[in-house]
């Protein structure tokens, strides 16, 4: 269940045309995909898989296993994904979030 801040958050980045809704079923079946490719060294093929319907070329995370993936050519590519881990790659942000 999503908490109520979260819920707000996402309801101003939708006004503002900062939010996708992907439809759980192309996730789906891009997990199925993810998972047959037998690469991820991390527990969160659903991240992978979201991140590739969602064309999402940016990840904000501390799990190095992640970090891994999401720099895997197989899982992330056609652009490549990049990985947000300090506020030394706040240039990061301007690319992808602007």
Known sequence: MINNA???LLASLDRAGSA????DS???????VVEA???CKSDDPHVI????AARVRL???LDENLQ????CKQLVDRPRGHIYKNSGHKHLLKTHCS
């Open 26 to 32: 192309l996730v789906d079946s891009e997990e199925r």
């Open 49 to 52: 898989a979201l991140a590739r």
């Open 59 to 61: 990840l904000c995370t």
């Open 20 to 23: 996708k809704q992907i439809p």
């Open 37 to 39: 490719l037998g690469v």
């Open 68 to 71: 891994q993936d999401f720099r």
């Open 6 to 8: 979260i819920r707000r």
